[in-house]
């Protein structure tokens, strides 16, 4: 099967695209992975990424579509894959759609896993980190025992500018799946939308009983 997997940062869509393609062995495709490791490298392909990535912002369409439809095309994508992290938009949907086709292919499923933003601004802003001995905690899920303080060296925790809350708000505000995109897929009968806000395991099932349904 071809699937896509929706969702802004902080959905858990990684982890959920890693679980899937595990289990069914299929090839899990993550831009934002390929990107980086391109800027890690050095390539023509990474140095044309870079500017954009470092603001939060989208790289060019003419730069990510070849890179993901050169992957799709290798063999080892055959028997199935999982996109994350693209289609971004419009454009990118129409082309892969167009490059499946010419293969005779098509994306079976597009799963969207749905967090409020006010409950992702609460993941993505919670971490706070201490500057003395490297302790990492989160306000909801590994709060230390006096707020704000190391519970191992008592030293004043502080927080990163990536996870302050402009700096949240802004990224969530450029990365939001656009309407249309979400209007595209949901015209070609194949959106369906899970509940994020549950535990990782139940949004697992959740997926799966999506894939399954629409077999
Ligand atoms: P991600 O790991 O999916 O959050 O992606 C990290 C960064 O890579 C994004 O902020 C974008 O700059 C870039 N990126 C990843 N996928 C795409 C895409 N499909 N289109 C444009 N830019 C992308």
Same mark, same amino acid.
């Given at each position: 099967?071809?699937?896509? *997997?929706? !969702?802004? @940062?902080?959905?858990?869509?990684?982890?959920? +695209?890693?679980?899937? #393609?595990? /289990?069914?062995?299929?090839?899990?495709?993550?831009?934002?992975?390929?990107l980086?490791?391109?800027?890690?490298?050095?390539t023509?392909?990474?140095?044309?990424?870079?500017?954009?990535m470092?603001?939060?912002?989208?790289?060019?369409?003419?730069?990510v579509?070849?890179?993901?439809?050169?992957?799709?095309?290798r063999?080892?994508?055959e028997?199935?894959?999982? *996109?994350? !992290?693209? @289609?971004?938009?419009?454009?990118?949907a129409i +082309?892969l759609?167009e #490059?499946? /086709?010419?293969?005779?292919?098509?994306?079976d499923v597009?799963?969207?896993?749905v967090?409020?933003e006010?409950d992702l601004?609460?993941?993505?802003?919670?971490?706070?980190?201490?500057?003395?001995?490297?302790?990492?905690?989160?306000?909801?899920?590994?709060p230390?025992?006096q707020?704000?303080?190391c519970?191992?060296?008592?030293?004043?925790?502080?927080?990163?500018d990536d996870?302050k @809350?402009?700096?949240?708000?802004?990224?969530l505000?450029?990365?939001?799946?656009?309407?249309?995109?979400?209007?595209?897929?949901?015209?070609q009968?194949k959106?369906?939308?899970?509940?994020?806000?549950q535990?990782?395991?139940?949004?697992t099932?959740?997926?799966?009983?999506?894939?399954?349904?629409?077999?």
């Amino acid at each position: 099967m071809y699937l896509i *997997l929706l !969702g802004s @940062p902080g959905t858990g869509k990684g982890t959920q +695209a890693n679980i899937l #393609a595990d /289990r069914f062995s299929w090839l899990h495709v993550s831009t934002g992975d390929m990107l980086r490791e391109a800027v890690t490298a050095g390539t023509e392909l990474g140095k044309a990424a870079k500017s954009y990535m470092d603001q939060g912002a989208l790289v060019p369409d003419n730069v990510v579509i070849g890179m993901l439809v050169e992957r799709i095309n290798r063999p080892d994508a055959e028997a199935g894959f999982v *996109l994350d !992290g693209f @289609p971004r938009n419009l454009a990118q949907a129409i +082309a892969l759609d167009e #490059a499946l /086709r010419q293969q005779g292919k098509s994306i079976d499923v597009v799963l969207n896993i749905v967090v409020p933003e006010e409950d992702l601004l609460k993941r993505l802003t919670g971490r706070w980190l201490c500057p003395n001995c490297g302790e990492i905690y989160h306000s909801q899920s590994r709060p230390p025992k006096q707020a704000g303080v190391c519970d191992k060296c008592g030293t004043q925790l502080i927080q990163r500018d990536d996870d302050k @809350p402009e700096t949240v708000k802004a990224r969530l505000e450029k990365q939001r799946t656009p309407d249309n995109l979400l209007a595209h897929f949901r015209d070609q009968k194949k959106l369906k939308d899970v509940d994020g806000q549950q535990a990782v395991d139940k949004v697992t099932a959740d997926l799966l009983g999506a894939i399954e349904g629409s077999k």
